[in-house]
């Protein structure tokens, strides 16, 4: 299967805006032959988190028609976002759409960063879904620190590992070299990994977005500066 990983600098808290990027880059992944397609955390909104605290019209839901033009287009697509809950905060949630829009799976971040702790729910179960063949693991940013949870999604058959991350200029080049290549080459999993570009609240992302084969030999990635897409044969 041919999968890509998308890159590029939100629109703050304007989902509409990004929902266009997003559409834009899918449309680009089609053209290229991918099969599916994986955003950045949070690419709704961008990381904006004062904005998600305060404003519940930024929270989504997988049957938000606000997401059609990204969800039905052709190519799966791996979403991420602040999802509403049944309570007062929302959860950081990765939304997997089938080609045909279905709603394949969901999953919430179980590993939340610091200051995410004060304004986001934890999720509690792991994410899986099959898709061409392939069985795929969901993490989100600060969950692929954390080696049991890899672990897992390993010994339940996943063959790769998709995760929707935002790491910065400075330490965060350093932390995305290492830690998505080390679950590739330790758990033997191809790895996909989608980076912001750009400014993402108060950080600016450093771009990178790049997809591994299972071993940890590179197979494709982004620059460190430009919205794209790149595409690689996974599995």
């Not at 808290?13 to 449309?27: E, F, G, K, P, Y």
């Amino acid at each position: 299967m041919k999968i890509a990983t998308a890159q590029f600098t939100c629109v703050p808290a304007d989902i509409s805006a990004n929902v266009r990027q997003m559409a834009a880059l899918t449309d680009e992944a089609r053209v290229l032959g991918a099969e599916l397609v994986v955003f950045p955390e949070l690419a709704l909104t961008g990381y904006e988190l004062d904005a998600l605290l305060d404003r519940r019209d930024l929270w989504v839901r997988a049957d938000d028609p606000r997401l059609d033009a990204v969800r039905a287009n052709g190519v799966a697509t791996v979403v991420n976002c602040a999802a509403a809950t049944d309570g007062a905060r929302p959860a950081i949630e990765t939304l997997v759409f089938g080609p045909d829009g279905e709603l394949i799976t969901t999953y919430r971040k179980q590993h939340l960063f610091e200051h995410e702790q004060n304004i986001f729910v934890a999720g509690q179960h792991d994410g899986r879904f099959e898709l061409g063949g392939l069985r795929f693991a969901l993490a989100t940013c600060f969950d692929n620190h954390f080696p049991e949870l890899v672990s897992r999604g390993a010994a339940d058959g996943c063959q790769v590992h998709l995760a929707s991350s935002l790491y910065g200029t400075g330490g965060g080049v350093k932390e995305l070299a290492s830690v998505y290549p080390g679950i590739a080459k330790d758990f033997n999993l191809h790895v996909v990994v989608a980076n912001h570009v750009g400014p993402a609240g108060t950080w600016t992302g450093c771009g990178r977005s790049a997809l591994w084969a299972a071993g940890g030999d590179l197979l494709a990635q982004a620059d460190a500066t430009t919205p794209m897409v790149v595409t690689a044969e996974v599995g």
